[in-house]
Structure formats: structure tokens, C-alpha cells
């Protein structure tokens, strides 16, 4: 898939998810140190579809709606975290309850395979909610995936990066 591909998919399941105030608000918190909430989750979407494209190679489906809300919604729990949670390992442990319920009212006809998605996000952090379905586990590895690269991102990819996200946010508009 192109990138104009990618960013097709991302709008197609994504525009409520982009279009709200707490997307918004995402792509302006800082994560990782080095990029915001908002860039985190575009590449994790990016991420997982990258994986979803391998595996079709591969002729195993998955269902790209699913992942696609479930990586766009995944962090959008840690939202003004230094006044939600007392330290990280309660926002590690809490985040994905409030993404989900975040993610309830952006996507009022969420179904139960994008709640996992959400809710086991953070596995093999948090060891209690497995990854039970394909999408899950992908978007969990994505996940790792990508907070590793944010990590290590530079000053001026980081930049890069928040370009990009802008514009798989305004691809529909």
C-alpha cells in the first residue's frame, strides 16, 4: 500500500476519531518524550496495516475497521494524565479502561473485537489481558513498535512525523 492508500484507510474508519476534540487535544500532549499522543497512535495505525498488508501476502484476513479504531483510540486514555493518574505504573495499568470509554463515545457502534484491541493494548506490560483475537495482538505489537522508535526519534523526524500525521488527519477533508 502507498501512503495515499494508508491514509485512505486511516479516514475511511478513522474520521470521527480525528474530527473530535480529543484527537485534537492528542495530537498536542506530549508522549514518549519526544512526540505527542496523537502522532503516536497514527503510527500504530500505520504500523498495523503494515502488518495486515503482510499477512494478506499471506492470505490471512483481518479486518482493518477494527484496527484501525483500535489504534487511533489506544492512548487517547492517558489525556491529561498528570491529573488522572498518581504515577505510571497506575496509568500503564488504568490508561486502556479510559481509552475504551473514550472511545464508546467517539464510536458509539464500537464492537467487541476493537474493545479488546483497546483493553489489550498494553500486554506483555501488563500481563493480565492477553491479546486474544489477530487484530489485538498486531495492534500490541505495533504498539511496541512504535513507542520504541518514538524513543529514539530525533528532534527534526519527530517533525517529520507530525507533518505526516496532519496530513492522514486531513486526507478526507
Not at 78 to 106: M, Q, T
Not at 119 to 146: G, L, N, Q
Request: proline fraction near 2%; charge should be positive; charged fraction near 25%.
Amino acid at each position: 500500500m502507498s501512503e495515499n492508500e494508508i491514509n485512505s484507510v486511516l479516514y475511511r474508519y478513522g474520521a470521527s476519531i480525528f474530527d473530535s476534540a480529543e484527537f485534537k487535544q492528542a495530537m498536542n500532549q506530549k508522549h514518549h518524550n519526544r512526540t505527542t499522543v496523537g502522532d503516536h497512535t497514527i503510527r500504530v495505525a500505520h504500523t498495523s496495516l503494515r502488518i495486515c498488508e503482510f499477512l494478506e501476502k499471506m492470505h490471512i484476513s483481518t479486518k482493518k475497521s477494527d484496527i484501525v479504531v483500535g489504534a487511533l483510540c489506544h492512548d487517547l486514555g492517558i489525556l491529561d494524565r498528570d491529573k488522572c493518574f498518581k504515577n505510571n505504573a497506575e496509568c500503564y495499568r488504568e490508561h486502556p479502561n479510559r481509552s475504551l470509554d473514550v472511545a464508546r463515545r467517539l464510536v458509539p457502534d464500537i464492537n467487541y473485537n476493537t474493545e479488546k484491541i483497546i483493553r489489550c493494548h498494553m500486554w506483555p506490560v501488563t500481563i493480565t489481558r492477553f491479546p486474544t483475537s489477530r487484530e489485538s495482538m498486531i495492534v500490541s505489537i505495533a504498539d511496541k513498535y512504535a513507542a520504541v522508535g518514538d524513543g529514539i526519534m530525533r528532534k527534526k523526524k519527530a517533525a517529520a512525523v507530525h507533518a505526516r500525521s496532519k496530513r492522514a488527519m486531513n486526507y478526507g477533508a
